[in-house]
């Protein structure tokens, strides 16, 4: 078949993959002039490392291995540990956390150098019986038989489905930077998460001495942001234990960056005919599982193996892919939305909680691992 892709980031790059080795024509289009490479670090959880080892993609060399996340209180006190490192030893596959440009180029390596169309932003979208047609700003077209919208939060693809509105503010939002930090866990593989009234704090090693470190903030798109952000998290952060004072006074202004936390309910059908979407134009949904990338990835591999079914009807398919997907991401984004990384969970009732009790939840997110126990059973 010939397929479109809106959207080259993660999802475009990982669905062109599956698709590409599995004999089909591919044609991405990407709105930005060229690959992008801002971003901070994010976390390839074991079902994430799954699937990119699925599409021959290797993070060897690349960021640093997360064995353990330990959550604590302002004041440093410890309210509970998880082992991911249990994980790892279970599904075969570790937890690392790696700067999203690095992932982008991995992703991208050994695909065709004409793959990528930048500069073509999707203006509008229809279809029939026989295939879909895209016409972009520029009064080009391109014309496929099947769509696939990977084009984020702001995904026009979704809108042509959806209508507008779908996608909802979320109350907190995120300040954050991957800078060469010096700090105790910079060279570790502990990844720490405070929380304390003011808000949230994470630091996470990154590999090559860089330090992903963000601040999560109550937050309204209504309220105009500080003129001063990194004062301001000074002044809201600065009195918590080290070595969140540290890393605010080694950050610079120009590391920060911002986003705003936003959400979708789940739809149990997010496409129609011979358009589907996948990651956050299908699921958008607040940072704090970590499990955007991964979600994303989860979904160009189940796309895959639905595809490979083949048939007669390839919007039957589609609609399988989403079936399939729902009830993990469903959970996934439930989950995100009630902001669990900002939770002030009591220390001798977070305790209560197996230190291995993310691996069972990683089980229950992801059609790949899911896969893997039934064929292994």
Same mark, same amino acid.
């Given at each position: 078949? &010939?397929?479109?892709?809106?959207?080259?980031?993660?999802?475009?790059?990982?669905?062109?993959?599956?698709?590409?080795?599995?004999?089909?024509?591919?044609?991405?289009?990407?709105?930005?002039?060229?690959?992008?490479?801002?971003?901070?670090?994010?976390?390839?959880?074991?079902?994430?490392?799954?699937?990119?080892?699925?599409?021959?993609?290797?993070?060897?060399?690349?960021?640093?291995?997360?064995?353990?996340?330990?959550?604590?209180?302002?004041?440093?006190?410890?309210?509970?540990?998880?082992?991911?490192?249990?994980?790892?030893?279970?599904?075969?596959?570790?937890?690392?956390?790696?700067?999203?440009?690095?992932?982008?180029?991995?992703? +991208?390596?050994?695909?065709?150098?004409?793959? #990528?169309?930048?500069?073509?932003?999707?203006?509008?979208?229809?279809? &029939?019986?026989?295939?879909?047609?895209?016409?972009?700003?520029?009064?080009?077209?391109?014309?496929?038989?099947l769509l696939v919208?990977?084009?984020?939060?702001?995904?026009?693809?979704?809108?042509?489905?959806?209508?507008?509105?779908?996608?909802?503010?979320?109350?907190?939002?995120?300040?954050?930077?991957?800078?060469?930090?010096?700090?105790?866990?910079?060279?570790?593989?502990?990844?720490?998460?405070?929380?304390?009234?003011?808000?949230?704090?994470?630091?996470?090693?990154?590999?090559?001495?860089?330090?992903?470190?963000?601040?999560?903030?109550?937050?309204?798109?209504?309220?105009?942001r500080p003129a001063?952000?990194?004062?301001?998290?000074?002044?809201?952060?600065?009195?918590?234990?080290?070595?969140?004072?540290?890393?605010? +006074?080694?950050a610079t202004e120009?590391?920060?960056?911002?986003?705003?936390?936003?959400?979708?309910? #789940?739809?149990?059908?997010?496409?129609?005919?011979?358009?589907?979407?996948?990651?956050?134009?299908?699921?958008?949904?607040?940072?704090?599982?970590?499990?955007? +990338?991964?979600?994303?990835?989860?979904?160009?591999?189940?796309?895959?193996?639905?595809?490979?079914?083949?048939?007669?009807?390839?919007?039957?398919?589609?609609?399988?892919?989403?079936?399939?997907?729902?009830?993990? /991401?469903?959970? #996934?984004?439930?989950?995100?939305?009630?902001?669990?990384?900002?939770?002030?969970?009591?220390?001798?009732?977070?305790?209560? /909680?197996?230190?291995?009790?993310?691996?069972?939840?990683?089980?229950?997110?992801?059609?790949?691992?899911? +896969?893997?126990?039934?064929?292994?059973?």
């Open positions: 078949m &010939d397929l479109l892709i809106i959207g080259a980031g993660v999802g475009g790059l990982a669905v062109a993959r599956v698709l590409l080795a599995a004999g089909h024509r591919v044609r991405i289009f990407e709105q930005a002039p060229a690959r992008r490479t801002a971003g901070k670090a994010l976390l390839v959880w074991s079902n994430g490392n799954a699937v990119l080892n699925d599409l021959g993609v290797s993070l060897d060399g690349l960021g640093a291995r997360i064995d353990r996340i330990d959550a604590l209180t302002s004041g440093g006190r410890l309210r509970m540990s998880m082992d991911i490192a249990h994980a790892a030893d279970r599904y075969g596959f570790p937890t690392q956390a790696i700067p999203r440009r690095d992932l982008l180029e991995r992703l +991208a390596d050994g695909l065709p150098d004409d793959l #990528v169309h930048y500069g073509m932003t999707c203006r509008s979208v229809t279809q &029939d019986e026989n295939g879909v047609a895209v016409t972009f700003t520029d009064g080009s077209t391109a014309t496929g038989d919208g990977a084009d984020g939060h702001h995904s026009a693809v979704r809108r042509h489905l959806w209508g507008d509105g779908a996608v909802r503010p979320a109350t907190f939002g995120t300040w954050q930077g991957l800078s060469p930090i010096e700090t105790p866990i910079t060279d570790t593989t502990r990844h720490l998460m405070i929380t304390g009234r003011e808000g949230a704090c994470g630091l996470m090693p990154a590999g090559d001495g860089l330090l992903q470190w963000w601040f999560d903030t109550r937050w309204s798109p209504a309220v105009p001063a952000p990194l004062a301001e998290l000074r002044r809201r952060f600065g009195h918590w234990a080290s070595p969140v004072p540290e890393v605010l +006074a080694a120009d590391d920060l960056e911002f986003f705003g936390h936003h959400w979708n309910k #789940v739809r149990q059908v997010w496409g129609e005919g011979r358009i589907t979407l996948v990651g956050d134009a299908a699921h958008t949904m607040p940072p704090t599982l970590g499990q955007g +990338a991964n979600q994303t990835l989860e979904d160009a591999w189940v796309l895959g193996q639905e595809l490979a079914k083949g048939g007669d009807d390839p919007a039957v398919r589609l609609r399988a892919y989403e079936k399939a997907r729902y009830p993990h /991401i469903s959970l #996934v984004s439930r989950m995100a939305k009630r902001n669990p990384a900002n939770w002030r969970t009591p220390p001798l009732l977070a305790r209560l /909680i197996p230190e291995t009790a993310q691996t069972t939840m990683l089980a229950r997110f992801s059609n790949r691992l899911t +896969a893997t126990a039934a064929q292994s059973g």
